[in-house]
């Protein structure tokens, strides 16, 4: 199965800034998904990162507060902008791979 | 609206012994369901999945059991070792995406 770096780990960020999010797999992917889990919730899909065509997202997510770039196939980031305490939550990447599906770690970000 | 389910957010059980997750869909176009394990401060992992022609999967000390008509599956782990301690979830697919449940927190004792 493959491999997913995704930094930063965790973060305390500013209300007002924006975080980017990185995660690099060490083989090609076409597709990429984007989670949120917020503190007791489920994982929650953001937006698909297709590499070479503007993301799909979900009902409730846009482009202008997650901004996702999929510059090649083993490589996405998402962005959190204009950051406010609602965003704090574990933001995960997930490639398909085989039976299932591989995550990052997971980037803890805490918004104050 | 939820579309998948896990009603148990905590369960505890004896080494030894079965843990019995389960997790119940409302969504009738979903045709494969998945499980996961997370850690603390780590990314889910696959743990299993069925495919909705199958309504049985083992792998080990996992089986993963479908009732389509009930739109429900359960994850039974025999026998449950400390190691197994961590949040479980549930997840079902019709297509690429993944509709994630809430988790349940299994905490198995020595």
């Known amino acids: 199965s493959a491999v997913i770096s995704q930094k930063p780990s965790r973060d305390i960020c500013q209300r007002g800034t924006s975080l980017t999010i990185q995660c690099q797999v060490d083989?090609?992917?076409?597709?990429m998904f984007w989670y949120r889990q917020q503190p007791g919730q489920s994982l929650t899909l953001i937006a698909t990162?297709?590499?070479?065509?503007?993301?799909?997202?979900e009902s409730g997510f846009v482009i202008d507060k997650f901004p996702i770039s999929r510059p090649n196939l083993t490589f996405s980031t998402l962005t959190v902008s204009n950051m406010s305490p609602e965003d704090s939550s574990i933001y995960l990447c997930?490639?398909?791979?085989?039976?299932?599906?591989?995550f990052g770690s997971g980037t803890r970000l805490t918004v104050v | 609206d939820q579309q998948v389910k896990q009603n148990s957010p905590s369960l505890s059980v004896q080494e030894g012994r079965i843990s019995i997750l389960n997790c119940d869909y409302t969504?009738?176009?979903?045709?494969?369901f998945l499980w996961y394990k997370k850690y603390p401060a780590e990314g889910p992992t696959f743990l299993i999945s069925?495919?909705?022609?199958?309504d049985k999967n083992e792998d080990g000390r996992f089986t993963v059991f479908l009732n389509k008509s009930a739109k429900h599956l359960s994850l039974h782990i025999v026998p449950s070792q400390p190691g197994d301690s961590a949040v479980y979830f549930c997840?079902?697919?019709?297509?690429?995406?993944?509709?994630f449940g809430k988790g349940t927190k299994l905490t198995v004792n020595p």
């Open positions: 083989s090609q992917v076409t597709m």
């Open positions: 069925i495919s909705s022609i199958k």
């Open positions: 990162a297709n590499q070479g065509s503007e993301a799909t997202y």
């Open positions: 997930s490639v398909p791979t085989g039976e299932g599906y591989t």
């Open positions: 997840a079902a697919s019709g297509s690429e995406k993944l509709v």
């Open positions: 969504n009738s176009m979903f045709d494969y």
